[in-house]
């Protein structure tokens, strides 16, 4: 099995390396940003999936339930935890 964790805890140095941080200091990054960039490709096998995990465990938030590339390329996944 997949450490969850340990991708989540990758998924989050990710959103810290493409994001940028807002007024209240929260880091986010646009879910296209994250999907198309090289290094997250290599990375995670099911970025949506390591996502869905993260949100479960309040780690990030973002819209809706299912992120799917090119429709939801503009959504904002936020980091709720630094």
Do not use: P, W
Not at 23 to 52: M, R
């Amino acid at each position: 099995t997949m450490n969850v964790e340990h991708e989540i805890s990758l998924l989050v140095e990710e959103i810290r390396r493409l994001g940028t941080k807002n007024a209240d200091g929260q880091v986010s990054v646009k879910f296209g940003v994250l999907f198309a960039d090289e290094k997250c490709a290599n990375l995670f096998e099911a970025l949506v999936g390591t996502l869905k995990a993260a949100k479960r465990r309040n780690i990030v938030t973002y819209q809706g339930e299912l992120l799917l590339q090119g429709v939801h390329d503009n959504v904002d996944i936020m980091l709720l935890q630094d």
